[in-house]
Every structure is written in structure tokens, then in C-alpha cells.
């Protein structure tokens, strides 16, 4: 851990300029408190630094939060080996998974499935949804569906050769409509502040804006966490499918990376927000994907207080996905997934393994933060272009 000054600390080894410049613009906001902690993974965003532990004080940044409220991961352990998957054409299940989700930014269910139906009543039934239903009126038929950029769901071996089925998604259209629209609320309440960086507008707690953001984020944060147990059982289906057994769930680990919660740090009470962290409280189970034909990680939080209970989410972006268009070719990017069932096209580039950190790097310097359980390695991965 690097403390930069009393506002900003960080745990990343990999800390580009403009990433650390951005991150102390949002750590000199008055309401931050005690500081703002940057994790191992920590690059450029929007609104704020991917990979950072923003507490605030009676104020919550929307855009901060982001636009893909409630996006996270999740993970099973199934009770097959590698023998259930080894050798066989796992083209198929990759066609097969492909063919059960939507895949793609816009692309959502044709009609509501009778599966999805108790999750969209449950949606229906919290606060928030009326305002759901004011930014997407079809929100329901986007219940279980992927999505596109760094989103995926992969079929994975264990260091000990068991499957595990494996995805990261967030709360789609309908949370970036929520989101879109509580940015500009802020931004018109905070007109005429002197703000280091227009992202940065705020609103107030006790205000009316206020609570109508937190019924949205929670509302969103629900739906992300829906969307991937909606995904993960038609995922599990075709597993079945292509195994001709039905799949136990001996393990679930579920968690969010984009979302706000109202927690204790260091004796106060603060709205903390993670934008690309996961919950890491002693005990607490988490999930670290790395990028495309890299390893991804189960793990466990250590409770560290310093890094306000948090840990990377990710392996972090290094280059922009123009840059990394630019970068790397298609034989490369096929010579990175070979032995992996794969979408095989040049949409993809800008998700090569090496526009990210290396996940080693980045585990590494979360070494205080987690502790390794499982390693995971893909055999299945399904991308939306």
C-alpha cells in the first residue's frame, strides 16, 4: 500500500498518471471521508477511477457509481470434473450457451420467459420500479441477457480439474437509463459549483433527488444480481444439456463491483461506493476474473480496514480499446485462445489479454487484501461483439 497523501491510498504497483491525477480530483471532494482507496487493478473511467473505494458523507456521486449500476459476478461449482467436458466438441456448448442469452449491447429476450417471470414480480414489487418502467418501458425482456465489452460467461476447470460456470454482467439498458438520468440531475443541481471535473456533481442527502437516486441504484443493483441468476440458470441448462446430467450447484459466490451501500468505516457511517471493487470482509467470498484466456480467481477477503474492506474487481484495463485495436492482431489474439471454445472474431481484439494488466500482477498486490481459494482457467468463453 502506497499513501499518496492523507486522502488517497493505493494498493496498485501499476498506476498511470492520468489514472492517479483523476483519483485525487475525486479524493479533494469535502464530503470524502476518511479517503479514498485506490485497489490494484485502478485505471482511467468515466466519472471516476475504475477500481476505486469512494466513501462519502450525507452526498453520493452518481457518476462515480457509473452507468452499469449493480454489475458483478457470478460463479458456480458444479459437481462435474474435466472428464465431463474433456474431449468433447466444446463448440457446441459455446453455440449452445450463445443461442440461450441474448448476447450484445440492445439485443434482449424476445418474450418473457416463463423462468424469468418470479424474478420481473419481485422487480415489480420494490421501490424503484416505477421509475424503471419511466426510463424502459420492456425492461422485463432484458432479464438474462449479456450484453457486450469485457461482459462474458465462461465454462471453467479448477486447479483441482473441477467445472465451474462462470459470468460478469450488470443491470443493462434499464440501469444505464436510471444512472444516465440521475447523473444529469446532479450535474443540474450542482450548476454554478466549482467542480474539478463535471462528473464529479453530487446530491445531498436529505434532499428529494437524493433518495430518488439510492431507490434507483437499489433497484438497479437488484435487477444486475437477477439478470446474472436468470443467465446463470439457462447457462447450467445447456450445461445439462451437453453433459446429459443435470447440474448441482455444490458452491454459489455471487458479488457486485458497481454499487453503493451504506457501511461503517473507521467509526462513521459513510454511502461507501465501490466502481470496480468487490466487498472483501473477513470470510467474505469474492470473485476476480481476469480477461480473455487468462486465469480468473475465487477468493476470500482478508477484512483489510485500511482498504475500507475492499478488493480489485478485475485485471484493469492498460490500454484504451481503440489503442488496443490498433495494438494487436487476430493471429495473436487466436494464438492467446487456443484450446478455448471462443466467438473467433476480430470484434474482440479490444479485449485481448494484454489491454489489461496482468491478473498476476494485479493479485499479487491484492496479496493483504484476499486470499486465494480457487484458479480458474476457461475452456468455454461467450462474448457479445
Given at each position: 500500500?502506497?499513501?499518496?497523501?492523507?486522502?488517497?491510498?493505493?494498493?496498485?504497483?501499476?498506476?498511470?498518471?492520468?489514472?492517479?491525477?483523476?483519483?485525487?480530483?475525486?479524493?479533494?471532494?469535502?464530503?470524502?471521508?476518511?479517503?479514498?482507496?485506490?485497489?490494484?487493478?485502478?485505471?482511467?473511467?468515466?466519472?471516476?477511477?475504475?477500481?476505486?473505494?469512494?466513501?462519502?458523507?450525507?452526498?453520493?456521486?452518481?457518476?462515480?457509481?457509473?452507468?452499469?449500476?449493480?454489475?458483478g459476478?457470478?460463479?458456480?461449482?458444479?459437481?462435474?470434473?474435466?472428464?465431463?467436458?474433456?474431449?468433447?466438441?466444446?463448440?457446441?456448448?459455446?453455440?449452445?450457451?450463445?443461442?440461450?442469452?441474448?448476447?450484445?449491447?440492445?439485443?434482449?429476450?424476445?418474450?418473457l420467459?416463463?423462468?424469468?417471470?418470479?424474478?420481473?414480480?419481485?422487480?415489480?414489487?420494490?421501490?424503484?420500479?416505477?421509475?424503471?418502467?419511466?426510463?424502459?418501458?420492456?425492461w422485463?425482456?432484458?432479464?438474462?441477457?449479456?450484453?457486450s465489452?469485457?461482459?462474458?460467461?465462461?465454462?471453467?476447470?479448477?486447479?483441482?480439474?473441477?467445472?465451474?460456470?462462470?459470468?460478469?454482467?450488470?443491470?443493462?439498458?434499464?440501469?444505464?437509463?436510471?444512472?444516465?438520468?440521475?447523473?444529469?440531475?446532479?450535474?443540474?443541481?450542482?450548476?454554478?459549483?466549482?467542480?474539478?471535473d463535471?462528473?464529479?456533481?453530487?446530491?445531498?442527502?436529505?434532499?428529494?433527488?437524493?433518495?430518488?437516486?439510492?431507490?434507483?441504484?437499489?433497484?438497479?443493483?437488484?435487477?444486475?444480481?437477477?439478470?446474472?441468476?436468470?443467465?446463470?440458470?439457462?447457462?447450467?441448462?445447456?450445461?445439462?444439456?451437453?453433459?446429459?446430467?443435470?447440474?448441482?450447484?455444490?458452491?454459489?459466490?455471487?458479488?457486485?463491483?458497481?454499487?453503493?451501500?451504506?457501511?461503517?468505516?473507521?467509526?462513521?457511517?459513510?454511502?461507501?461506493?465501490?466502481?470496480?471493487?468487490?466487498?472483501?470482509?473477513?470470510?467474505?467470498?469474492?470473485?476476480?476474473?481476469?480477461?480473455?484466456?487468462?486465469?480468473?480467481?475465487?477468493?476470500?477477503?482478508?477484512?483489510?480496514a485500511?482498504?475500507?474492506?475492499?478488493?480489485?474487481?478485475?485485471?484493469?484495463?492498460?490500454?484504451?480499446?481503440?489503442?488496443?485495436?490498433?495494438?494487436?492482431?487476430?493471429?495473436?489474439?487466436?494464438?492467446r485462445?487456443?484450446?478455448?471454445?471462443?466467438g473467433?472474431?476480430?470484434?474482440?481484439?479490444?479485449?485481448?489479454?494484454?489491454?489489461?494488466?496482468?491478473?498476476?500482477?494485479?493479485?499479487?498486490?491484492?496479496?493483504?487484501?484476499?486470499?486465494?481459494?480457487?484458479?480458474?482457467?476457461?475452456?468455454?468463453?461467450?462474448?457479445?461483439?
Open positions: 500500500m502506497e499513501r499518496i497523501n492523507d486522502r488517497l491510498l493505493t494498493w496498485a504497483s501499476i498506476l498511470e498518471p492520468t489514472t492517479r491525477a483523476q483519483a485525487e480530483r475525486t479524493a479533494s471532494m469535502p464530503f470524502i471521508h476518511p479517503y479514498v482507496a485506490l485497489m490494484p487493478d485502478a485505471h482511467l473511467g468515466l466519472g471516476a477511477t475504475v477500481g476505486s473505494v469512494i466513501p462519502t458523507d450525507r452526498a453520493i456521486i452518481p457518476a462515480a457509481v457509473g452507468v452499469d449500476i449493480g454489475c459476478m457470478m460463479a458456480v461449482r458444479t459437481q462435474f470434473t474435466g472428464d465431463a467436458v474433456r474431449g468433447r466438441n466444446l463448440a457446441t456448448l459455446h453455440e449452445q450457451i450463445s443461442r440461450a442469452i441474448p448476447l450484445s449491447a440492445g439485443r434482449n429476450n424476445k418474450k420467459r416463463e423462468t424469468a417471470a418470479p424474478r420481473v414480480q419481485e422487480l415489480r414489487d420494490l421501490p424503484g420500479a416505477a421509475q424503471a418502467d419511466g426510463v424502459v418501458r420492456d422485463p425482456l432484458q432479464l438474462g441477457s449479456l450484453g465489452g469485457n461482459h462474458f460467461i465462461e465454462v471453467s476447470l479448477d486447479e483441482a480439474d473441477r467445472v465451474w460456470l462462470f459470468l460478469h454482467s450488470g443491470s443493462r439498458g434499464v440501469g444505464n437509463k436510471l444512472a444516465s438520468k440521475h447523473i444529469r440531475v446532479a450535474q443540474e443541481r450542482c450548476r454554478g459549483t466549482d467542480l474539478p463535471r462528473d464529479l456533481a453530487w446530491l445531498a442527502e436529505g434532499t428529494a433527488e437524493f433518495y430518488a437516486y439510492v431507490e434507483a441504484l437499489h433497484w438497479a443493483q437488484r435487477f444486475a444480481a437477477a439478470n446474472r441468476e436468470e443467465m446463470m440458470d439457462r447457462v447450467a441448462d445447456q450445461v445439462s444439456r451437453f453433459t446429459g446430467e443435470e447440474v448441482r450447484r455444490v458452491q454459489v459466490v455471487q458479488c457486485h463491483h458497481n454499487y453503493t451501500e451504506r457501511e461503517t468505516h473507521h467509526g462513521a457511517e459513510v454511502w461507501l461506493s465501490r466502481k470496480g471493487a468487490i466487498s472483501a470482509r473477513e470470510g467474505q467470498w469474492g470473485l476476480i476474473p481476469g480477461s480473455m484466456g487468462t486465469a480468473s480467481y475465487v477468493v476470500v477477503g482478508k477484512g483489510n485500511e482498504a475500507l474492506m475492499s478488493a480489485p474487481h478485475g485485471a484493469g484495463r492498460n490500454h484504451s480499446r481503440g489503442a488496443a485495436r490498433r495494438m494487436f492482431t487476430r493471429a495473436d489474439l487466436d494464438r485462445m487456443k484450446g478455448i471454445a471462443w473467433r472474431s476480430d470484434a474482440f481484439l479490444d479485449e485481448h489479454p494484454d489491454a489489461y494488466k496482468p491478473i498476476d500482477r494485479v493479485m499479487a498486490d491484492a496479496a493483504d487484501l484476499v486470499e486465494v481459494r480457487h484458479t480458474l482457467r476457461q475452456v468455454v468463453n461467450v462474448k457479445g461483439d
